[in-house]
């Protein structure tokens, strides 16, 4: 019995057999090769026009041995998180990055559903910690997310007893029919949907409002930081919003806010800047707790914060803009790099994006609908 459990896959990868596809897929190539080789044979050769349409075919043969090479022997990777628990005695740490940088560009309420969705991930709460990296250095994001925090008091037990799908409450609420649709006969689900939808509604005319500067944001007591910083000018902010004080594995995981010490007289370096500031770099690190006064550690903490605080071997990174739209996502992604096997030799793992309200017949291919069904189909 204990070595049939121990036989349990954590993943299985089955490789597609394309015999068909393939032969296809070669022949389009030789096609195009053929055609190239009849333009630098051809008699025209050397006009504008010749010159024009070599150029053209040559990059579409190009683009499609790449894209020949992406799709020659594609795999299905199937993951069992519920195998995970008997194959590893405890899971490990995750720390959680989310980027924002431009309150007006990226508004704070998109930038707190990010963290709900976060937040209320399906993985022991005491084993994660979400950072916001905020390069806008805006009191209007640390207000969202000081409001995020209560919210979520509420809405991850509400999540984790009807097992929502969609956990960034923007989404759960747009599509009233599928969010309803599970308990819908259950008065207790009813009652309690609609209780969280008001709380809801009434948290995002809230930061609506504070952000039209309709209700003033007063730069005092927590928020005094903010008082004299500039977007691109300014020390180090860091506050600790939750804390899972006793890693209980009822309660929710740390919420951390830093802002990175800026100056004109050095680049930011955009995204990766941000992420450098808070990945840890080192493992001498490991045995420090998370800190509750972070202004004794400011010196430090300036170079790599979560190093100093939690120090996960894991992370996981979102943008602002971006939700998490499978709870399970960590523990999915854990099948892969907790395996004895692919665990070493895997360094990360990668989700497909997929676009939510995105603009109808996306007219630019932004949502890659047709790159995908052409080009990845398997
Ligand atoms: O000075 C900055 C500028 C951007 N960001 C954040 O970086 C992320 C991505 O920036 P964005 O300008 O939104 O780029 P996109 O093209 O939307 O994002 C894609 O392209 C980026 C650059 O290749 C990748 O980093 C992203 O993960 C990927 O989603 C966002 O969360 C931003 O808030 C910062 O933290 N600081
Ligand atoms: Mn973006």
Redesign the pocket.
């Known amino acids: 019995m204990a070595n049939q459990e121990h036989d349990l896959p954590l993943y299985e990868k089955v490789w597609l057999k394309r015999r068909f596809q393939r032969v296809i897929d070669t022949f389009i190539l030789l096609l195009l090769l053929l055609l190239l080789s009849y333009r630098v044979f051809s008699p025209n050769t050397f006009t504008f026009s010749w010159f024009l349409a070599f150029i053209c075919e040559s990059w579409f043969t190009f683009t499609w041995i790449v894209i020949l090479n992406a799709k020659w022997s594609p795999a299905v990777t199937t993951t069992h998180p519920d195998h995970l628990l008997q194959r590893v005695p405890e899971l490990p740490r995750v720390d959680l990055f989310?980027?924002?940088?431009?309150p007006v560009l990226?508004p704070p309420i998109i930038t707190l559903n990010t963290v709900l969705s976060l937040l209320a991930l399906d993985y022991p709460p005491n084993k994660l910690a979400c950072y916001v990296?905020?390069?806008g250095c805006s009191p209007l994001t640390f207000y969202a997310l000081v409001q995020a925090s209560k919210f979520a008091k509420l809405w991850v037990p509400f999540c984790n007893k009807y097992n929502v799908q969609l956990r960034a409450p923007f989404r759960y609420f747009s599509n009233v029919a599928t969010s309803k649709s599970q308990d819908s006969d259950s008065t207790e689900f009813n009652h309690e949907w609609s209780r969280m939808k008001d709380l809801y509604d009434h948290l995002s005319k809230t930061i609506e409002d504070v952000t039209r500067k309709q209700i003033p944001l007063q730069l005092d007591g927590e928020f005094a930081v903010f008082s004299n910083t500039e977007q691109r000018n300014h020390p180090t902010i860091i506050k600790v919003i939750l804390e899972n004080k006793d890693g209980v594995s009822d309660g929710l995981p740390h919420l951390i806010y830093i802002s990175r010490e800026k100056g004109p007289q050095y680049p930011?370096?955009?995204?990766?800047?941000?992420?450098n500031v808070l990945v840890p770099w080192n493992t001498y690190s490991h045995s420090y707790k998370l800190m509750i006064k972070p202004q004794i550690y400011l010196e430090y903490v300036q170079t790599r914060v979560s190093g100093l605080m939690t120090n996960a071997p894991f992370m996981l990174?979102?943008?602002?803009?971006?939700v998490v739209n499978n709870p399970k996502i960590v523990l999915h992604a854990m099948c892969i790099l907790m395996d004895s096997k692919s665990g070493k030799e895997v360094a990360f793992v990668q989700c497909f994006?997929q676009f939510y309200d995105g603009i109808k017949d996306d007219a630019y291919g932004n949502q890659w609908v047709a790159a995908f069904e052409v080009f990845f189909q398997l």
């Open positions: 989310v980027t924002t940088a431009d990226e990296s905020d390069d930011h370096n955009y995204k990766a800047g941000a992420m990174n979102v943008d602002c803009d971006m994006q």
